[in-house]
């Protein structure tokens, strides 16, 4: 299986309002009951979140893929869990993505190269 790794760096955002921008590429927004997340480039970052956590990269499994596919994030996650590595994921309807933290980037690659997986920058 391929992974893309994309390019920019990520930043888990949760904020007071859902924003009012373009939103631009990679960018995830999910609503609950008890907060409004939003995971997007570093750089798009909204003024006044409630709380941030950046320097996730994102690995973008090649897609897209089909729904009754079973088990492909929880191999990938379970890969890097091994090594102890934290992942944050998102799913969409074409495809799922994986990110790890900045610093542990160098080993999860090697983790996933290791299992087989095929890593491609974006």
């Known amino acids: 299986m391929t992974l893309r790794l ?12 859902a924003p009012n921008f373009a939103l631009a590429p990679y960018t995830f927004l999910a609503r609950t009951e008890e907060e409004i ?3 997007c480039p570093g750089e798009c970052v909204p003024e006044g979140c409630l709380n941030r956590e950046d320097g996730w990269r994102c690995f973008q499994v090649a897609g897209p893929l089909d729904f009754s596919l079973v088990g492909i994030l929880s191999a990938i996650a379970g890969c890097l869990a091994a090594k102890q590595i934290p992942i944050f994921a998102v799913s969409t309807y074409n495809t ?3 990110m790890v933290k900045e610093e542990k980037l160098t080993e999860a690659r090697a983790a996933l190269t290791e299992a087989g997986y095929e890593i491609r920058m974006k």
């Open 6 to 17: 994309l390019p920019m760096n990520f930043s888990v955002c949760q904020v007071a309002d």
């Open 96 to 98: 799922d993505y994986v």
């Open 37 to 39: 997340s939003l995971v």
